[in-house]
Every structure is written in C-alpha cells, then in structure tokens.
Nanobody, 114 residues
Framework: QVQLVESGGGLVQAGESLRLSCAAS????????MGWYRQAPGKQRELVSS???????YYADSVKGRFTISRDNAKNTVSLQMNSLKPEDTAVYYC????????WGQGTQVTVSS
C-alpha cells in the first residue's frame, strides 16, 4: 500500500507559475514511476508528466517547455513546476505512483484565469 498526499494547487492568472508536490508513504521501495495526471471538467483524465525511478521523463505535448517534473527517490516525493500557465491547464491534478498496481492522490485543483 502507498499513500500519496498532494499540495500546491491554487488560483493563478495566465502566465504565472505554480508548483505541485506529492509525498508518498508506505511501501515506497516498490515504486517505479511517479507522475501527474489531470482532469478538466467534462474531459477524460490525461497524463501530464511522469518520471521513472531511473530518471526517464515523459511530458505531454501540451506542457512541453512549460512544465518540469522532478523526483527525490530518497524522500519519496515528486514535484511538478508549472510555468507560463494557460487557462486550458485548469484541471484537478492527481499524483500517482505505479508499483504494478497504481495508487492515486486525492487531487488538487489548479485554476488559471485569463
């Protein structure tokens, strides 16, 4: 079992930045990939960014060049630095950890006003 606690969401204006953080506890030694999904109202959940334990990173095309994922394996944390935010980035952002099964955080709201 893994528990994930997110922080850092909020309301910002277009062009501003936010940093999301997620801390894992429990059976963290088994975690391979950690990352972030998001879900906007009326849309499917989409993968935003992920990072393997070995350091391989993935970014959705819509966030490349604006978002940066980082991970501290020793502290079992993953963060998402979001710069140049756009209104279309508005969504609930979910941290996840993949060990075989996938565990999810509770979600944190990010709202970007135009």
């Amino acid at each position: 079992q893994v528990q994930l606690v997110e922080s850092g969401g909020g309301l910002v204006q277009a062009g501003e930045s936010l940093r999301l953080s997620c801390a894992a506890s429990g059976s963290t030694f088994s975690i391979n990939t950690m990352g972030w999904y998001r879900q906007a109202p009326g849309k499917q959940r989409e993968l935003v960014s992920s990072m393997t334990r070995g350091g391989f990173k993935y970014y959705a095309d819509s966030v490349k060049g604006r978002f940066t994922i980082s991970r501290d394996n020793a502290k079992n944390t993953v963060s998402l630095q979001m710069n140049s935010l756009k209104p279309e980035d508005t969504a609930v952002y979910y941290c996840y950890a993949y060990l075989g099964p996938t565990y999810w955080g509770q979600g944190t709201q990010v709202t970007v006003s135009s």
